[in-house]
């Protein structure tokens, strides 16, 4: 039997598993964090962070798989943002401005009159948002004062293989969730754009390699600190929500998959026919000089359902809550969430919106605002779809939904009513750790 590891980084824990090659678990851990608010629409993290989460995660795995040999691992992980700023001697200079921050608002209009919006569109597929690392990128040049020694930026996962490998890499979907900076048709960074932003070539991996291709192999210090053979194979892996949608099968045009953890990213793929500002576009982690990954999402999804607990319901459970709602009819008797609370990416693409909770009465009860909340994100995901179908991407009458809230028998019951679709989940809620585990098992060398 062959037995392969797939770790995610997420954004509030890094998730690790060991399984068989057919993909049957045999066992898994994780590691929690959190992530640094200093501000308002600020939200950072450091990436020592990430390496200690995903050593954690990793060790704990392998010793309760029973010591069975893996013969690779592939990581995946959260959107970066920024990516971890590196001197010259790959030490950090600071945190990564993750896909949650929101601080490059000027950055932002910066861009759409220096290069315009259609001129960015025409070169990278995507729009302009202070959610895109470039913008992020742009705000660390305006306001970092160790600008100048910045050597490279890597995003949390290509950070964490190059600790582990020693190797300097990217893969196409993390290199393509940047924005501005890549340029979509040719498949490689713009070097044109860079230099209208005056952002160095330099800082960005000049090897840019398809997800399930070997990036390196593990070194002597972590072989033994993660109780592996040394130089096992490690797979470049990807963007956690284009992982998690291969997943669950997505390989062709028409498959769409809706991730909900922390954050929300509903993606399908196609050939690059259907293209528009409203959604990220990037290479897909299969077939990626072929296939785009276009999807929406939500930037608070799981987010709002423990904002909700921490706040509101500290000794209940989100099972409790989620009994209390189901006794409350569709529509929450008037009771609307915005679900805005770090603004809002594609399709909105507002980072001004905030989240409001309208409809109260004095009849209304704390399970009638927790429905409510479920109904937002129920709604930002037929937004989403809504906006897929007008620009005529193909879509089949199945989704499959994974992530964590799929636990939530009440908010998948609501998700298909909204979008009116056959909804599916996965054996698991594990997800990107899975695709992470398909890749390494089809990994490719160079």
Same mark, same amino acid.
């Given at each position: 039997?062959?037995?392969v ?11 690790? +598993? ?15 964090y959190?992530?640094?608010? %200093? !501000? ?8 020592? +962070? ?25 990581i ?39 290069i ?35 050597? &490279?930026?890597?995003? %949390? !996962? ?5 600790k582990?490998t ?6 196409y ?5 940047? *924005?501005?900076?890549?340029?979509? !048709? ?8 860079? !230099? ?28 033994? @600190?993660?109780g592996? =053979? ?15 949608t ?8 028409g ?9 929300m ?14 959604? +990220?576009?990037m290479p897909?982690? +299969? ?5 785009v ?13 423990e904002?909700?607990?921490?706040e ?11 009994e209390?709602?189901?006794t ?8 609307? @969430? ?16 905030r ?6 009465t ?14 937002s ?15 005529k991407?193909? &879509?089949?009458?199945?989704?499959? @939904?994974?992530?964590? @809230? ?5 908010l ?11 909804? =599916? ?9 899975? *695709?992470d ?10």
């Amino acid at each position: 039997m062959r037995y392969v590891a797939g770790i995610d980084i997420g954004t509030s824990s890094t998730k690790a +598993v060991v399984t068989d090659e057919n993909l049957n678990i045999i066992s898994q851990a994780s590691a929690s964090y959190s992530v640094e608010m %200093p !501000k308002p629409m600020f939200a950072q993290q450091e990436a020592k +962070v990430w390496l200690e989460g995903f050593v954690k995660a990793l060790r704990s795995a392998i010793e309760k798989s029973g010591a069975k040999k893996v013969e690779a691992l592939c990581i995946s992980g959260l959107y970066g943002g920024s990516g971890v700023p590196l001197d010259s001697n790959m030490n950090p200079l600071g945190p990564a401005l993750i896909w949650m921050d929101k601080r490059a608002v000027e950055e932002t209009e910066w861009v759409k009159k220096r290069i315009g919006v259609e001129k960015l569109f025409e070169i990278t597929g995507n729009y302009v948002d202070p959610y895109f690392g470039f913008t992020k990128i742009l705000w660390l040049k305006n306001h970092h004062g160790g600008w100048k020694k910045f050597n &490279l930026l890597l995003s %949390p !996962k290509d950070y964490v293989i190059f600790k582990i490998t020693g190797k300097i890499v990217t893969d196409y979907s993390s290199a393509g969730n940047i *924005g501005g900076v890549f340029d979509l !048709k040719r498949r490689s960074w713009s070097e044109e754009l860079l !230099k209208e932003m005056g952002i160095p070539y330099s800082l960005f991996p000049e090897d840019i390699i398809p997800s399930d291709t070997i990036a390196g192999r593990l070194n002597a210090q972590f072989s033994s @600190v993660l109780g592996l =053979k040394e130089g096992t194979p490690v797979v470049a892996g990807g963007i956690d929500a284009a992982v998690a949608t291969y997943a669950a099968g997505v390989e062709k045009s028409g498959e769409h998959v809706a991730m909900i953890g922390t954050s929300m990213c509903w993606g399908t793929i196609h050939d690059g026919r259907y293209l528009t500002p409203k959604m +990220v576009n990037m290479p897909y982690v +299969v077939k990626p000089l072929k296939n785009v990954y276009s999807f929406g999402g939500a930037t608070t999804a799981g987010a709002l359902l423990e904002w909700f607990k921490r706040e509101l319901a500290k000794n209940e459970t989100l099972e409790e809550l989620e009994e209390e709602a189901s006794t409350i009819p569709p529509g929450s008797e008037g009771v609307k @969430v915005e679900p805005y609370f770090m603004g809002e990416r594609a399709p909105l693409w507002d980072p001004n919106l905030r989240g409001s909770i309208t409809g109260l009465t004095l009849s209304t009860t704390r399970a009638h605002i927790y429905r409510a909340f479920l109904e937002s994100i129920a709604n930002s995901l037929k937004m989403n779809v809504d906006t897929a179908k007008a620009t005529k991407i193909p &879509l089949s009458n199945e989704m499959y @939904v994974v992530g964590g @809230v799929t636990k939530s028998k009440l908010l998948m019951k609501i998700i298909a009513q909204s979008v009116d679709m056959k909804i =599916k989940t996965l054996p698991s809620s594990l997800d990107a750790p899975i *695709g992470d585990a398909k890749l390494a098992l089809n990994r490719k060398e160079r």
